[in-house]
């Protein structure tokens, strides 16, 4: 049977949008943000190479959080499969799992055949293979707290782990807006706690993770807006009716969003977090 099609949110659509044209201007390994230390001193060393430098570095980061005897690994919400090459090269056995076959090229592609690739949600993937850790690196709001509880329980081994790294609301009321989909803390905590799962580790990385955020959008406040404004001085110029189809289009559909995303640096310090998190099974439970 094949797996059902990945339904999400308007917000991670959005997402998604923003984290391809992040790939795209940094030509990076990585789909992730970064983890900044030292941190930038001025808008000038927010730069695209210290951007690769914060990301191989956030990977760093998530490797310090690997139990010692951790073996296989499967990493749900692989991406691009930078995260993956980093373990395989360290010496980890890794699995991918997303429902896209753009990831799934790429994945396979990065990681030269040395790891296999579920193409399904984590939601519907069976095995017989027991995995030691469960990854979950900026994936956890494709799914439901329910589901990732469930669907680590299912793969783990007895007494496995399950490391988190993500953006989280530290704002229960911050209910509507581009970060929405994006777990309640304590709602994601409670959730695990009730499926079986203990905290082993936390770490809260929302100052060393934050100028990924201000790079993006100094990008495309730079780059994509005067792009932008530069087409529709061509289409006005060209074919008027056009653009005031555009204008209005943008207008009704896009401003929103944009304005939003401009304004993503203050809607991450007011009501959000970037935390990982190491959780681990109990044997019962396993």
Known sequence: MSPLPLRISNPTRYQNAALNYYLNITDSPYLHYGYWEPQPQSPEDLTIAKLRSAQAAYTQKLMAFIPEGTQAILDVGCGTGGNATYLLDRGFTVEGLAPDPFQQERF???????????????????????????????????????????????????????????????????????????????????????????????????????????IGVDAFRRFGLSTLKYIADVVQIAVPPIYQLLRWVYKRWMQKPVEEGLQAGEIFNRHLCYQIQLWQLSAKDS
């Open 108 to 214: 396979l592609a990065a990681t030269s055949g040395r790891a296999l690739f579920h193409l399904t949600r984590f939601e519907d993937f069976k095995t017989v293979q027991s995995y030691d850790l469960v990854l979950l690196s900026e994936s956890s709001q494709y799914m439901s707290a329910q589901d990732i509880a469930q669907g680590a329980i299912r793969v783990l081994r007895q007494g496995g782990y399950l490391l988190l790294a993500d953006m989280l609301r530290s704002d229960a009321t911050y209910t509507e807006g581009i970060f929405s989909n994006c777990h309640v803390v304590e709602d994601l905590h409670q959730a695990l706690i009730q499926n079986g799962f203990t905290l082993v580790k936390m770490e809260d990385i929302s100052t060393q993770a934050a100028p990924t955020i201000d």
